[in-house]
């Protein structure tokens, strides 16, 4: 599933952001607020409350944005790495498990803590309650009685993480690599003072990542006063490649061929990004723009291990500059005034 588009928010979506979209989307398909609806409203609200409880969550998020569901179930490729280097280590998320929690009791809940309304008994409309927890019920004395909690004592802010980019040529990202970053960050002391740290992360980079993939550091960013440390993204780019250019998962190659080859035929050897010599037949007559598919030889497919996609080689014909007397006449020859 894709928690992002059933909470209709961007990938750089805020706490914020996805309160507000959880409460109007819960509200909107919560089953009793959707008799008629049935299984679909039940369907729809539990994937909501469950990208919710996800995204919502620094550690769970990292985990999906890296892995996907797979890695909340705890099934990442093997070899994988955690981009919350401090909730996974090098292992990856192999051991991470996440099971939804009952979706009523988590909406209920979520009323309680972001806003004192919640659906009355007759499920016809929302009501006035006070703040109490769905899965640490208390009496309604105890919660009358219960003062808001003092400005000092409320849950400290987490800044939005800090990106940096991480630039990788075609070769690291196709086969995979380990980078080594080092990063300073500003970490306020006790005393009020800000101390400058300096510490070198690694980054396990995994074989078919791409331009925009981010990969999560907990804590790794600025520590100020009044805020939660704030998380380290490295946010991959791409340099230049010589030969290859990534459109999707497929690899697209210029080649010039002589015009002699183009109608004669050859054989082109292409160096892969792996390192291997990949020989080319050319067996057809080659226009300017045709094209060679060859499958299985572009790029890794993250979800589909194993599985790569397209090479696809796109021909430029060159032709000579001149042609001697005889050469003329014996192409006219050959092929016919």
Known sequence: ?????????????????????????????????????????????????????VLSDPE?????????????????????????STAAGPSGP?????????????????MASNKPYTFDQDRRRFQPTHRTSARNSRSEASSSS????????????KPLPVEKTLMCSLEELYNGTKKKMKITRNVAKPDGKLEVETEVLQVEVLP???RGTKVTFDNKGDTLHGYLPQDLTFVIDVKPHDTYTLEGNNLLVSQEIA??????????????????????????????????????EGWPIRKEPGKKGSLRIRFDVTF????SSSQRAAIRRIMGS
């Not at 219960?146 to 802010?157: G, I, V």
Request: charged content about 30%; hydrophobic content about 30%; proline content about 7%.
């Open 259 to 296: 015009l002699v080859d183009a109608l004669a035929g050859a054989t082109i050897n292409l160096k892969t990004l792996d390192g291997r010599s990949l020989p080319v037949s050319v067996d057809e007559v080659v226009r300017p723009g045709h094209e060679i598919v060859i499958e299985n």
């Open 146 to 157: 219960q003062k808001e909690p003092s400005t000092s004592a409320r849950q400290l802010e």
């Open 60 to 84: 769970k998020r990292a985990v999906y944005d890296q892995y996907g569901e797979e890695g909340l179930k705890g099934m990442p490729p093997p070899g994988s790495y955690s981009c919350t």
């Open 94 to 110: 192999s051991n991470f498990r996440y099971n939804p929690s009952d979706p009523d009791d988590f909406f209920n809940e979520f």
């Open 208 to 210: 078919g990542w791409k």
């Open 1 to 53: 599933m894709d928690y992002y588009n059933i909470l209709k928010v961007n990938r750089n979506a805020t706490l914020e952001d996805l309160k507000k979209s959880y409460r109007r989307l819960a509200r909107t398909w919560h089953p009793d607020k959707n008799p008629t609806a049935g299984a679909e409203a039940e369907a729809k609200f539990k994937q909501i409350t469950e990208a919710y409880e």
């Open 320 to 323: 000579p500059t001149r042609l």
